[in-house]
C-alpha cells in the first residue's frame, strides 16, 4: 500500500541527531515516506555546532514546489527556518501545506542559536500544531516558562495567536502541557534519565505530523508522538556515539 507522504520543512544536521536527518528517520520509522525541504545546512556533531550555511530563499522555494508539484503530501512539519524568508514563504503556500506542525527552533541542544526570536514569531500564528519546549515558549512569550503554571500560562497565551493547538513541552517530570480546541490538559509521561537527548523537539513534531497524516485527531496524535519520543529515548540511552549528547534510536 502506498505510504501518507509526509514533508519536512527543517535544517540538516551533520551529526545525523536533529533536523532534517532525525525528521526523516521517524517518518520511516512511523511508516511515513518522507520529503525534505532543507532551509540551512548545519556543521555540528554532538558536541556543538560549527558553522551555520542558510539556503538562498529561491532554493528553498523550488524544493517546496518540487514538492508540493507532484507529492500528495498530507502534513508538514516545520523546523529551523534557516533564512527569515521562509516563514513569509510557509504563509504564501499555507493552502497547499496540510496538517501543519511546527517547531518554532531558536536553540540547538549544545546551546548554539539556530534563529532569531523575531524571525520565528510569526509562525506562531499559523493554523499549527506549535511545539515550543519551555525555552521557545518563554522567548516567544517573553515571559519565564518554568513550572507548571507558567508553561499552562504559555500555552494559553501563544493558543490566542492563532494556532490549532499548542504544545509546550521539556519539563523534568515528562509532563508536557497541551492546548486544544480551547482545552488546556496535561499529558504525563515517564522521565528517561538520559544524556542522549539530541532531535528530541524535531522526533516529536516530526511524530505529529505522521499521526496526523494518518488522520489521528490532535490529541491522539500528540500522545502517539510522545509515546514514540520516550520509546526512541530509551532506545538511544545507553549508545555512545560521540562525547556529547546523543541522538535518539528511531
Ligand atoms: N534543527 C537543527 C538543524 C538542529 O541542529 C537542531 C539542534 O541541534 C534542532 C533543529 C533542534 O533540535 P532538538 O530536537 O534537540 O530541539
Redesign the pocket.
Known amino acids: 500500500m502506498t505510504p501518507p507522504v509526509v514533508l519536512t520543512i527543517?535544517?540538516?544536521?551533520s551529526?545525523g541527531?536533529?533536523?532534517?536527518q532525525?525528521d526523516l528517520k521517524t517518518f520511516a520509522a512511523l511508516g511515513a515516506f518522507g520529503t525534505s525541504v532543507i532551509t540551512?545546512v548545519?556543521a555540528?556533531n554532538t558536541l556543538g555546532?560549527t558553522a551555520i550555511h542558510p539556503i538562498p530563499i529561491d532554493i528553498v522555494a523550488a524544493q517546496l514546489d518540487a514538492v508540493l508539484a507532484d507529492f500528495p503530501v498530507a502534513a508538514v512539519k516545520v523546523?529551523?527556518i534557516g533564512d527569515p524568508a521562509v516563514a513569509a514563504l510557509i504563509a504564501g503556500r499555507a493552502t497547499q501545506l496540510p496538517n501543519l506542525v511546527i517547531?518554532p527552533?531558536l536553540?540547538?541542544?549544545?546551546g548554539?542559536r539556530?534563529a532569531d526570536t523575531a524571525a520565528v514569531a510569526p509562525l506562531a500564528s499559523y493554523n499549527c500544531v506549535l511545539t515550543p519546549?519551555r525555552q521557545e515558549a518563554a522567548a516567544l512569550t517573553g515571559s519565564p516558562v518554568e513550572t507548571a503554571e507558567e508553561m499552562v500560562f504559555a500555552a494559553e497565551s501563544l493558543a490566542k495567536r492563532g494556532a490549532r493547538a499548542v504544545v509546550v513541552t521539556g519539563s523534568e517530570t515528562a509532563a508536557d502541557v497541551l492546548w486544544h480546541d480551547g482545552t488546556v490538559e496535561t499529558l504525563h509521561g515517564e522521565p528517561v534519565p538520559t544524556a542522549n537527548?539530541?532531535?528530541?523537539?524535531?522526533?516529536?513534531?516530526s511524530a505529529i505530523a505522521v499521526r496526523l497524516a494518518a488522520g489521528d485527531p490532535v490529541p491522539v496524535a500528540v500522545r502517539a508522538a510522545k509515546r514514540y519520543v520516550s520509546a526512541a529515548l530509551a532506545g538511544g540511552r545507553d549508545w555512545r556515539l560521540g562525547a556529547g549528547?546523543g541522538p535518539l534510536h528511531h
Not at 10 to 13: E, F, H, I, L, N
Not at 17 to 20: F, R, T
Not at 197 to 205: A, L
Open positions: 527543517a535544517g540538516s544536521d551529526g541527531g536533529a533536523g532534517i532525525a540551512a548545519t555540528q555546532v523546523g529551523m517547531d527552533v536553540v540547538a541542544t549544545s548554539a539556530l519546549n537527548n539530541h532531535g528530541s523537539g524535531c522526533t516529536f513534531s549528547p
